[in-house]
């Protein structure tokens, strides 16, 4: 085993302050759980409308294309989480592949701005039409209320937070498959069109139609990424990770290619277009649901895509000080629960401004550009990684899938917005301030006799 140059593995324990390190408690089955509750999250349940918008009735096409695309960047993942289990993820990849700081803070700041942009679009949608079916209040107040919330669960542990997951991943998978029984139902009854599910947008090309709706169906896949920021909290992770990773995006590819079919054979595209809680409309014609019970559903999809990413968010902030790319203190971790509490905090209270800047759909395509970035930089850590050998067995995938991982990546690129852009890049330029302001303020004084000396 060689290295050419020093890497994060001396700061991944626990920083200059000797914090202690984070508790190794999830297991094969709690990571399954963990990434298939974070892609089941807000995308299906609130973007299946805007998806049949894009390309008509066969929604279920984009959705298998943007499935395709994220398990060519799993693959990525799964070879260097168990070639490198340390927190901080993408990060800790891009500094052992290109060995420059600044490229590793642009990666895991890009993941962070992320991860904490997602967490404030998914608490605009949780204070949306879903709360309201129960409790009317204004959506901003109920968002950072929300988030309040998701914080605090966050703080109490790894292990009390994954476990609050497995509930609600079991109520958000209940709620999809609830509408592909609904959906059954309808046609049972002679109602629907099945052939609805194979039709596109008149006046569109199929081609270009269905390659900007998996824009959008990426963001509902988008999550499994997160995982690879819990690498230090994981029980045999080079065992247990590949076979989670990939199990639980081919579960969220089979229900969500079910929902997509079911979604548009009762309910026709136009209908589903126009509504802020299309999977709604599903449950109204069917007639056999009360709306609140599933309304209540989505809220604990939505809170539960939350409490994920600002999982990431809050573990990957602590990787990243852990590495002295962010200041020292928000690696400081909490005796008793040993959880990241600093990083919590600060996740939190940036993820609370984003609230007030933009909605949902908005949020979320500058969600998957900043994840895009992030993405081509772990395909291409991969190629290069291949020269450093390690002394334990690890996942090794086939060295296509990474190049196809890069041109995936590349084509969703250029399928984004003029408006994408820029607020991308200002959240960028605001990253490379912070960059500069910590590196200036970790850089050693000169001592009183070297400037002397000259």
Known sequence: ???????????????????????????????????????????????????????????????????????????????????????????????????????????????????????????????????????????????????????????????ESLRANVAMTVVELSGLLLIVVLAAVVLGRGEGDLGRTIEFTEGTAPALAVLGAALLAFYSFVGFETSANLAEEVVDVRRTYPRALFASLLTAGAVYVAVGVAAVAVVSPETLAGSTGPLLEVVSVADVVPE????????????????????????????????????????????????????????????????????????????VLLLLIVFISTNVAVLVLRKDEVEEDHFRVVTVVPVLGVISCVALLTQQSAGTWLRAGILLAVGAVLYLVTRRASRPAPSRGGAQTG
């Open 1 to 159: 085993m060689t290295h050419d140059a020093p890497t994060s593995d001396e700061h991944q324990t626990g920083g200059a302050d000797q914090q202690p390190p984070l508790s190794r408690t999830v297991t094969g089955r709690l990571l399954y759980v963990f990434i298939l509750g974070d892609v089941l999250g807000a995308g299906v349940y609130a973007l299946v409308g805007v998806m049949a918008g894009e390309v008509g009735g066969a929604v279920w096409l984009p959705l298998l294309v943007a499935l395709g695309l994220a398990l060519l960047t799993a693959g990525s993942y799964a070879e260097l989480v168990t070639k490198y289990p340390k927190a901080g993820g993408a990060a800790v990849f891009a500094e052992r592949a290109f060995k420059t700081p600044w490229v590793s803070f642009l990666v895991g700041y890009s993941m962070l701005a992320a991860g904490v942009t997602s967490a404030a679009g998914l608490a605009i949608a949780f204070a949306g039409d879903y709360l309201t079916t129960f409790v009317s209040m204004p959506t901003t107040l109920a968002a950072v209320g929300f988030l309040l919330l998701v914080a605090l669960l966050n703080m109490r542990g790894i292990k």
């Open 292 to 367: 609140r019970v599933f309304a209540a559903i989505a809220l604990v999809a939505v809170a539960n895509g939350a409490l994920l990413t600002m999982i990431m968010a809050s573990r990957l902030t602590y990787g990243m000080a852990s590495q002295g790319l962010l200041p020292p203190v928000l690696a400081r971790v909490l005796p008793g629960r040993r959880t990241p509490w600093v990083a919590i905090v600060v996740t939190t209270v940036v993820a609370m401004a984003l609230v007030f800047t933009g909605e949902l759909q908005v949020l979320a395509e500058t969600v």
